[in-house]
Structure formats: structure tokens, C-alpha cells
């Protein structure tokens, strides 16, 4: 089987999960991902917003 369908299977049966109700949003994120989510931020938008 080519990893290619596998992905299609993989993503499909996600969508499946969800489409029942399941939720995969998140509101907590590590200490890491902040930092890397305020340096990505901080160069798109060229400000110094700082994230807590």
C-alpha cells in the first residue's frame, strides 16, 4: 500500500471521528509551542507582542 493512501485513509478517518462529534481543537499549549507561536507572530507582523 503506498503511503500516499495510507495519508487518504488516515485523514479520512479523522474527518470521520470529527464528523461524529469528536473534538481535536485544543485552548492549552506547551511553554514551547507559546514561544514558537510568538516568534512566528512577532515576524509576520513585524510588532513585539508578547505572549505570557
Given at each position: 500500500?503506498?503511503p500516499?493512501?495510507?495519508?487518504?485513509?488516515?485523514?479520512?478517518?479523522?474527518?470521520?471521528?470529527?464528523?461524529r462529534?469528536?473534538?481535536?481543537?485544543?485552548?492549552?499549549?506547551?511553554?514551547?509551542?507559546?514561544?514558537?507561536?510568538?516568534?512566528?507572530?512577532?515576524?509576520?507582523?513585524?510588532?513585539?507582542?508578547?505572549?505570557?
Amino acid at each position: 500500500m503506498s503511503p500516499l493512501f495510507k495519508r487518504r485513509r488516515a485523514l479520512a478517518a479523522l474527518e470521520e471521528r470529527e464528523r461524529r462529534g469528536e473534538s481535536f481543537w485544543s485552548d492549552s499549549f506547551s511553554r514551547e509551542t507559546r514561544v514558537r507561536l510568538q516568534f512566528v507572530m512577532n515576524s509576520e507582523v513585524g510588532g513585539d507582542h508578547r505572549i505570557p
